[in-house]
């Protein structure tokens, strides 16, 4: 055991199975499941660079990000239907906002700024929004503004520290704010039945595995007290669903082999998905 419980921050922790040369424990006390390595200060920094967004399946990353605008604008589009439900505008800020899409796909009732640790996809959303975006691990994000709602989509698996992380956006958000996160569930039964082979289970890119008792724990820890649980559609191109499955079938050739059939352009088609495996959380911040 290298880490206490990101959770409950127990030290016992039972082993689950090893991935990509990483460890992936379950506490003892909570059943928080995790990645149980320590990782350096710079790791965001180091780790989510370009590569991650083109030809990043080798991190559990994206085929072509931005050459999947099109889908990274449709599911957001479908995250504002949800929150137009609960809330009605304000000032936003969109945790590891890469290249600004759900930013620009927001109304003009929004007021919206970002933080995102990866330069070249933050320099893209800069073109747009100027110095609204900050080119930081969301850590070491300094602002003495206070705003209306957090989003974190696709975000909070990836962070080192997940307490911390929620603790600082508890201190970001007005007395009435709202939190909406994006985060696998490893409760499904997509994840139940595939195991070890589950996608997401992909260190060192995600590190922490929530489920709907986990993620609720820790927002309740800090602050948050969780409203609604729901799930939205995916929409992604052939070409990632031929990585996700050369990586689901745990052989490198075969996981090569999709990366290469991946790049023709005739694996660009865009399909809805939906395997109820990714929550959709929203959670109103209390006084504590």
């Known amino acids: 055991m290298k880490r206490s419980c990101p959770i409950c921050e127990h030290s016992r922790s039972e082993f689950m199975f090893r991935k990509e040369g990483f460890d992936i424990v ?7 499941r995790y990645v149980d390595h320590q990782l350096g200060e710079g790791f965001a920094a180091d780790f989510y660079t370009d590569d991650f967004f083109r030809d990043g399946y080798h991190k559990y990353g994206y085929v072509d990000y931005v050459g999947d605008a099109a889908n990274h604008r449709r599911m957001a589009a479908g995250m504002i239907r949800f929150m137009k439900r609960h809330v009605n505008g304000g000032r936003l800020l969109d945790v590891g906002c890469a290249a600004g899409y759900f930013l620009e796909s927001l109304g003009p009732a929004w007021d919206p700024y970002g933080c995102e640790p990866c330069r070249g996809m933050a320099e893209i959303a800069q073109k747009k929004f100027g110095d609204r975006i900050a080119v930081t691990p969301f850590e070491k994000y300094r602002t003495d503004m206070k705003f209306d709602v957090v ?3 696709d975000s909070l698996e990836h962070v080192v520290e997940p307490a911390l992380c929620i603790a600082a956006i508890h201190g970001l958000l007005k007395d009435s704010g709202m939190l909406f996160l994006r985060t696998p569930d490893a409760g499904s039964p997509a994840a139940k039945l595939l195991g070890r082979s589950w996608y997401h289970y992909g260190p ?6 929530f489920d709907r008792k986990t993620v609720t724990a820790l927002l309740g820890r800090h602050g948050f007290r969780v409203r609604r649980v729901v799930y939205l559609p995916r929409y992604v191109s052939l070409s990632e669903i031929l990585i996700n499955l050369g990586a689901m079938l745990g052989s490198r050739a075969l996981k090569n082999l999709s990366a290469r059939l991946a790049e023709s352009s005739r694996w660009n088609v865009s399909i809805p998905y939906q395997v109820f495996d990714e929550m959709v959380v929203m959670a109103s911040r209390e006084a504590r």
Not at 26 to 32: E, L
Not at 204 to 209: I, V, W
């Open 26 to 32: 379950q506490c003892s006390v909570c059943q928080a």
């Open 151 to 153: 989003t974190m989509w």
């Open 204 to 209: 060192p890119g995600h590190l922490h595995f």
